[in-house]
């Protein structure tokens, strides 16, 4: 199985905040937030195993700011690690204002499974690591490996 860059599956999405996506507090809704985010993870990682996938973990997801109505959300998601059949994506939501100015307002970590025509999990390609900051990702996300690993093992 040939290796696969990170930038062949790199994803980015685009929403404008609508009333409907707005919560009692005139905030964005995080469950809304929350579905777009497993949609960009999803792509990513289908792009990098040319196979169905399903969620197998949301392993971090951190709110760091609100957005409101009206803002222009970007979501870019990221492979950052993989295993045998699974696969870690981080996708980082942006605020962008009308200069085009971006602000961070959630960081998440979510693991994919490939699946394949009979449901069964299915073997990924290995990843091809080009830069440091690729590497220092892969680093983050082999400990984050081994702290699921760990957490499945006492039953967390």
């Not at 990682?45 to 009206?70: E, M, W, Y």
């Amino acid at each position: 199985m040939e290796a696969k860059r990170v930038l062949d599956s790199l994803t980015e999405q685009v929403q404008i905040l609508m009333p409907s996506h707005i919560n009692g507090s005139d905030r964005l809704f995080g469950g809304q937030l929350v579905q777009w985010i497993d949609v960009v993870a999803a792509v990513v990682a289908r792009r990098h195993s040319g196979c169905n996938v399903t969620t197998a973990a949301i392993d971090n997801l951190q709110f760091k700011a609100g957005a409101f109505v009206n803002n222009t959300l970007v979501l870019i998601g990221r492979i950052t690690f993989v295993g045998k059949t699974s696969m870690e994506i981080r996708v980082d939501t942006y605020a962008e204002d009308l200069n085009g100015i971006r602000k961070v307002i959630n960081r998440a970590y979510l693991v994919m499974v490939a699946i394949d025509p009979q449901g069964k999990p299915a073997r990924v390609p290995p990843l091809l690591l080009e830069t440091e900051s690729e590497r220092a990702e892969w680093a983050g996300g082999q400990k984050r490996h081994d702290l699921r690993l760990s957490r499945r093992n006492e039953g967390y």
